[in-house]
């Protein structure tokens, strides 16, 4: 009974805004940003703290566009689809997002997950700088500018994990909680 | 050369490069789904007009151009072609021809004026900063 009433307490207050399962198109992406800024707890937001969850969920849709593996539909509705969910508790907002990734990735999202959690603001600043300044070309599936963005966001690490997802896949997600 | 005028969408700004009225504006919402194929045009613009200005000697040159950044939100992706833009507007600028830059941002948004302040920064070139 102990853990239902601690249970209980840890999901008083909360608020699912936005609770999306499935293949994440462009003109998806557009319904979900609209069904945002729908929301009462958002609306409630003072401007920038708006924009900090809008500009967190479009750099989450980004990074599914840019880092989902690339399986068949069919695996992908069998499997499990990409996700994308937005909370709120207490005034605090959580944007969580998930997608299949192939193995091989996984290093490389770590180490990019692993920097930014690592650094204040004054090092992402200076990531982001030399980021920016690179060239990128058409191949480059993104340098990380989308992670530091988001990582300038959080007051809190940006917490993710793997979860095997059968042959040479896993289930990347991450959360991320917007500082006020 | 003749203007470029680029109206807005839900996902893209409102883009005017007009150098007979002096005006380039950029406005609105940024994470168009190409951001690449959206920006090209734009810097492939600027660079005419770089090269075209260039060509003239310097009393030919067109002097004080009126450039006003209002971005209600761009995505990380469009932040690095719009600093691309400002590297392109500092070649404009070190012709002589007198830029007038605007970053323009919300009374408390922060974030929108930390960013311009960064940009200014990285392209070394001087803001001014107005509460919209």
Redesign the interface.
């Known amino acids: 009974m102990l853990f239902f009433s601690y249970f209980d307490f840890l999901m008083a207050n909360l608020e699912v805004i936005i609770d999306f399962k499935g293949s994440i198109s462009f003109e998806i992406m557009e319904n979900l940003l609209n069904q945002l800024k729908r929301a009462k707890q958002f609306n409630a937001l003072r401007k920038p703290l708006k924009k900090r969850v809008y500009g967190t969920v479009v750099e989450s849709i980004d990074n599914i566009f840019k880092y989902a593996a690339p399986v068949e539909e069919k695996f992908n509705e069998l499997q499990r689809p990409p996700m994308l969910m937005v909370e709120e508790q207490d005034g605090k907002f959580t944007v969580s997002a998930g997608n299949l990734v192939l193995n091989d990735q996984i290093d490389g999202l770590r180490f990019k997950l692993n920097r930014v959690n690592k650094m204040d603001d004054e090092a992402l600043k200076r990531l982001y700088e030399e980021v920016i300044n690179k060239e990128t070309s058409d191949e480059d599936r993104g340098a990380g500018l989308g992670l530091i963005t988001m990582a300038l966001r959080t007051d809190e690490e940006i917490r993710y994990h793997f979860v095997p997802a059968g042959p040479g896949l896993t289930y990347f997600t991450m959360h991320i909680s917007i500082k006020e | 050369m003749e203007k470029l005028i680029i109206e807005p969408t839900?996902?893209s700004p409102r883009i005017v490069l007009d150098p007979e009225g002096r005006n380039f504006e950029f406005s609105g919402e940024s994470?168009p789904?190409n951001v690449?194929k959206f920006y090209l045009p734009v810097l492939e613009w600027l660079e005419a007009y770089t090269a075209a200005q260039q060509e003239l000697n310097d009393d030919e040159r067109t002097f004080g151009l009126q450039c006003q950044f209002n971005f209600e939100?761009f995505?990380?992706?469009s932040?690095?072609y719009i600093?691309d833009i400002f590297k392109s507007l500092n070649a404009i600028n070190a012709l002589g021809i007198g830029l007038d830059i605007k970053w323009l941002y919300?009374e408390?948004?922060?974030?929108?004026l930390e960013v311009g302040q960064?940009m200014s920064r990285?392209s070394k070139l001087s803001f001014e900063y107005i509460i919209s």
């Open positions: 839900a996902n994470r789904e690449r939100y995505n990380s992706t932040a690095k600093l919300e408390d948004d922060e974030d929108m960064e990285m």
